[in-house]
């Protein structure tokens, strides 16, 4: 492989996406219905803490910083050739839209509504209904986050590879 700027970014692009694509299959495999096995204040306190930690700086520049490095490996690799062209592009707007804009309009209200509840001295029916609100629709946002993700990915390896 020629040690390009374009090649560069799309290693980059590519690793990063990778990250992401391996974050959601994760959660989506083994996190979320592990939890999903607790009682209502056992699972809504994990997810609670999960979410809590995961807000730091190295998940922010991932998880963010990928979008914006994959925009500018579109514009890098614009001259390529159009179907290389069109797979990054692709990747990139798939993520956009199934994994950046689902995050923060379906996942990240969620889980701020799960923040400002105070667990502790809520009721058992409290708990429950809380639970019922937040577990469903979240594990369907975050289904179509694992799609998006990983078919953004692969998208990226057969750029790569074809190029």
């Not at 029916?125 to 799609?147: G, T």
Request: glycine share 8%; charged share 10%.
């Amino acid at each position: 492989m020629e040690i390009t700027t374009s090649n560069v970014m799309l290693l980059v692009t590519t690793l990063l996406f990778g990250l992401v694509a391996g974050l959601c299959f994760t959660w989506g495999n083994a996190v979320t219905p592990g939890i999903g096995q607790l009682e209502d204040m056992g699972y809504l306190q994990a997810f609670q803490k999960m979410n809590r930690s995961i807000e730091n700086p190295l998940f922010f520049a991932v998880f963010i910083g990928s979008f914006f490095v994959g925009i500018a490996t579109v514009f890098i690799n614009r001259g390529i050739s159009p179907t290389h062209f069109w797979l990054v592009t692709a990747a990139v707007a798939i993520y956009f839209v199934g994994v950046v804009l689902i995050t923060v309009f379906g996942n990240v209200p969620l889980n701020q509504i799960l923040d400002k509840t105070d667990l502790i001295n809520s009721t058992t029916q409290e708990l429950a209904s809380l639970r019922e609100k937040f577990e469903q629709p979240w594990n369907r946002f975050h289904r179509i986050r694992v799609v998006s993700a990983t078919l953004s990915f692969a998208l990226l390896i057969i750029a790569g590879i074809g190029k």
